[in-house]
């Protein structure tokens, strides 16, 4: 694993950048969007993944949109981007009329699919939603600077709520957010079965 430390709007990010197959798990809000930046790195690790995790080392969390991290000046993005076929870019979400539910967006939907199939385990007491129609339209993940869809097959954006990734009522300045086992268990099968069909 190698880090660099690049500005992006103003804000200092750590990309750390773990390169093995040709998928890859992303966290760009790893600092704002707590458990999310442990999840990835834990299931990369698990399946054999490719991984790269944004968190800011300084200062309150601020939450830059997808799209605008996409910056050319990062080479740790153009680098994952580069080995990586499918992306599966975790984020999280606060939506209180949607408090167990994991929305999966982007722009490979067959991935989605996959993916979805393989998270099943966890119904209840989480419930996924693949239908974009469905999806709330800012957790779409569908903008075509989003760095999930920049991979060569694109990828699968997955939105989860505060209990699927984090352990943690509230968060606690510098501990790590631990993600639920069973929620890391049941991702971990996914990948394993997405990295399995390889969709395009």
Do not use: W, Y
């Amino acid at each position: 694993m190698r880090t660099e430390n690049v500005l992006i709007e103003g804000t200092e990010f750590a990309a750390a950048l773990t390169i093995r197959s040709d998928i890859g798990l992303l966290a760009l809000h790893g600092s704002k969007e707590g458990g999310t930046a442990e999840l990835a790195q834990e299931v990369a690790a698990r399946t054999g993944a490719g991984c790269l995790v944004f968190t800011q080392p300084a200062g309150d969390p601020v939450h830059i949109p997808s799209h605008r991290m996409a910056v050319p000046h990062c080479e740790a993005l153009r680098e994952f981007l580069a080995s990586v076929t499918v992306v599966v870019s975790l984020h999280g979400h606060l939506r209180p009329e949607f408090p167990r539910t994991i929305f999966l967006g982007g722009g490979n939907r067959a991935a989605a699919s996959i993916l979805a199939d393989g998270l099943a385990p966890l119904a209840p007491p989480f419930d996924t939603v693949t239908d974009l129609a469905a999806i709330p339209s800012g957790l779409r993940g569908l903008h075509p600077r989003n760095p999930v869809n920049l991979a060569r097959a694109g990828g699968v954006q997955l939105e989860l709520p505060l209990s699927a990734r984090t352990q943690r009522p509230e968060k606690v300045q510098g501990a790590p957010d631990l993600p639920p086992p069973t929620v890391t268990a049941a991702l971990t099968a996914a990948v394993e079965r997405l990295a399995a069909d390889r969709p395009g």
